[in-house]
T-cell receptor, first 117, second 115 residues
Framework: AQKITQTQPGMFVQEKEAVTLDCTYD???????LFWYKQPSSGEMIFLIY??????QNATEGRYSLNFQKARKSANLVISASQLGDSAMYFC??????????????FGQGTILTVHP | GAGVSQSPSNKVTEKGKDVELRCDPI?????LYWYRQSLGQGLEFLIY????????KSGLPSDRFSAERTGGSVSTLTIQRTQQEDSAVYLC?????????????FGPGTRLTVT
């Protein structure tokens, strides 16, 4: 079974500072995908970044980067130069590797990020 | 282009009534997913449709829940004899074919309240 753990219920960061949101995962499958989603107060889930288990380099998308440490089974999200609009709930998720449930996502509990001016 | 749309945005129903929730995926997306988000359980997978393949129903919590996808596009999630524990936000997502990442694009959700 797959499991995603986000140990930080809430995080605070000053505007323009960088922040790291933690995510650890547990799977016995050699092939998997890891995602981060943002959920603002409006409720819609917004895809941020993806990391494949065989990707050699850490994924980056603008101000978002994923610190992927495969041996430690961690996939932390780093947001650089935080903005007030980054205040939201952030979810880490894992995709099953194959079979009929290829796209199914397992989510962590989420971390609420608050950016202070 | 248009994103994933869901209707209604809010639904209040009495315990024991049946409800139908609708999802319109992004045009051309072959995969469609339903998830449920509640305070106690977080985000849970419910069901997954991929093209013409048999759906993965492994996340449906009971036989009161069912879903169908007509014509490979619109999907309806039906909850029969609703219970208070069914109160949650029901999220629909779709993903395009032929991608490596299979990222999912989510709709705004339907907030279901069972009184």
């Amino acid at each position: 079974a797959q499991k995603i753990t986000q140990t930080q219920p809430g995080m605070f960061v000053q505007e323009k500072e960088a922040v790291t949101l933690d995510c650890t995962y547990d799977t016995s499958d050699p092939s998997y995908g890891l995602f981060w989603y943002k959920q603002p107060s409006s409720g819609e889930m917004i895809f941020l970044i993806y990391q494949g288990s065989y990707d050699q380099q850490n994924a980056t998308e603008g101000r978002y980067s994923l610190n992927f440490q495969k041996a430690r089974k961690s996939a932390n999200l780093v947001i650089s130069a935080s903005q007030l609009g980054d205040s939201a709930m952030y979810f880490c998720a894992m995709r099953r590797p194959g079979g009929t449930s290829y796209g199914k996502l397992t989510f962590g509990q989420g971390t609420i990020l608050t950016v202070h001016p | 282009g248009a994103g994933v749309s869901q209707s209604p945005s809010n639904k209040v129903t009495e315990k024991g009534k049946d409800v139908e929730l609708r999802c319109d995926p992004i045009s051309g997306h072959t995969a469609l997913y339903w998830y449920r988000q509640s305070l106690g359980q977080g985000l849970e997978f419910l069901i997954y449709f991929q093209g013409n393949s048999a759906p993965d129903k492994s996340g449906l919590p009971s036989d009161r829940f069912s879903a169908e996808r007509t014509g490979g596009s619109v999907s309806t999630l039906t909850i029969q004899r609703t219970q208070q524990e069914d109160s949650a936000v029901y999220l629909c997502a779709s993903s395009p074919p032929g991608t490596v990442t299979y990222e999912q694009y989510f709709g705004p959700g339907t907030r279901l309240t069972v009184t």
